[in-house]
């Protein structure tokens, strides 16, 4: 089974700022989330834990999977999109001519711009993560666990899926959700959705 956690709470959420590939830390609340997830969880099994290099997924997962003889992979491909020099930017007061407007409002036509990541680049590098490093384990038979972030947990699914890019924000996953993924997902690689 292949199961997908976001981190947990961090001060920027409670702000609406745009995190991004800055490395902000779990607050106390976070720290709470990822404990009473563990009690939540606690009888789901987990063979492998993939995680973000960024703090805020990876004290999410050392809280989360504490006490269990779970191995964790660091991997920089699960990084939270780059929003470049946008990093920061409250979602809530965003202008309509804001390059990041485009990104959440309408992600189907977002240019990225100030060393902002782009959608192709996102999904390149998710598609490349599923298929060399997921893929191999969910065919041993392993359940894998991935805790990441919103948009790059999106991503995940909307590849699996094959979900339009317009619908990318649809649904972003609560902090510290868990969500199982149908059992079969991944028996063929999956393909780059994007291209450009």
């Not at 660091?74 to 990084?79: G, H």
């Not at 666990?145 to 619908?167: D, F, M, Q, R, W």
Request: with cysteine.
């Amino acid at each position: 089974m292949l199961y997908l956690m976001r981190h947990g709470l961090t001060d920027w959420n409670i702000e609406h700022k745009i995190q991004g590939s800055t490395d902000i830390p779990l607050n106390d609340t976070g720290r709470q989330m990822a404990r009473d997830a563990a009690e939540r969880y606690r009888d789901v099994h987990f063979d492998i834990c993939f995680v973000s290099t960024l703090n805020r997924a990876d004290e999410t997962a050392r809280i989360f999977l504490e006490g269990r003889d779970v191995p964790t992979v660091s991997d920089a491909r699960l990084k939270e999109m780059d929003f470049g020099i946008y990093d920061g930017s409250c979602s809530k007061t965003l202008p309509e001519d804001h390059p990041i407007y485009k990104l959440i409002k309408e992600p189907q036509f977002y240019v990225p711009g100030g060393g902002a990541e782009s959608f192709e680049s996102l999904y390149s590098r998710i598609t490349q993560f599923l298929n060399e490093s997921v893929r191999p384990e969910l065919l041993n038979g392993r359940d894998v666990l991935v805790i990441a972030h919103g948009g790059v947990n999106k991503c995940i699914l909307s590849i699996l899926t094959k979900a339009p890019l317009s619908e990318f924000w649809t649904g972003v996953m609560r902090n510290c959700e868990l969500l199982e993924l149908p059992s079969g997902v991944l028996k063929e690689p999956v393909e780059m959705p994007l291209k450009g």
